[in-house]
């Protein structure tokens, strides 16, 4: 059997096993039911909650009096990072009519949102105006509300700046990107980029693997970033990259990368530096979302929710690793410095 059918037919069982499992678990008739739909997660991720965000998502639930296998049903449904998995998803999830949808990223809810107008679905996305998953922030229309992850494209440049400053000097400097990102890139991101690269001298492109859930696509792209005279690199912030964490981060070390990332938890699993929104915050809020939607609130009353605090993060062992040192600046402005 082939790598991608394998592990195709695993999401599908994952969900389903899993499903019947918190149901079963579930006495109670006045049980709420939620499904999350993520388009790259691997099972123990979500299933065992491996990662801090889910963590965040479950905790913050059950302070708030939800917790699964008592009063709550919590249904998975995992693509892998598998495109032809994903609408499959959506299809089930809206067919199956849990009393509320978590979709996990833009491209999620819009696959979501043309087949149902009455399930509640909370997301986290990009700029949702922008992406045409609701007209308003303050009044959302419709049944969908979330948490907007969006920092504006400043917040790429400002890493750039970052990066520039711990390793003071760059020239080459590709964005590690995943292809669900690609349209983002070409329409908005590429030209401010490249342009705040020029004015310092920087030259600015985009790698993607071929496959994110396939490491020997990481390992080309990075071959590819390397003989292109790369002497740092900017890693993106889609769910699929960071879904493959370890492994970008293995390779960045392999190759003596110094490296910027959008999340804290590559830093704190060892990569060099971040600069960007903490995730359990936004899987906090979306928590508290979840508790009103179940409440009985309407997501077209619930404001879509936008995250404006941004938060540097430094690894002092790693920078010592790659010959480096944090200016003492940096060190002052950290929110945080991992020794």
Known sequence: MRRREFIAGTAATATAVFARSARAQTNSQLAKRIAIVDPAAEPEEVIINGIPSFKAYLTELNRLGYVEGQNLTVERYLALGLPERQAENARAVVASHPDLIVAIGGPVARQLKPLTTTIPIIAISGDPVAGKIVTNLARPDG??????????????????????????KLTTVPLLYSASGLPFWEMALKAPLQ???????????????????DRASFERAFDLIIAAGADGLMVGDTSEI?????LILELAAKHRLPTIYSY???????????????????????????????RGAKPADIPYF??????????????????????????????EVIE
């Open 306 to 335: 936008q995250l404006t605090k941004f938060e540097l993060v430094l690894n002092r062992k790693t920078a010592r690793s790659l010959g480096l040192e944090f200016p003492p600046t940096l060190l002052v402005a950290a929110d």
């Open 242 to 246: 960071l879904r493959s964490r370890e």
């Open 143 to 168: 049944n969908i509300t979330g948490v907007s992850v969006d920092a504006g494209l400043g917040i790429y440049a400002k890493r750039l700046e970052l990066l520039r400053e711990v390793t003071q």
């Open 195 to 213: 342009e705040a690269g020029a004015r310092v001298g920087i030259s600015v492109s985009v790698a993607v693997p071929a496959e994110t859930t």
């Open 264 to 294: 804290r938890e590559f830093v704190e699993a060892g990569g060099l530096m971040s600069y960007g929104i903490d995730l359990r915050d936004v899987f906090r809020r979306m928590a508290d979302m979840t508790v009103d939607v179940l």
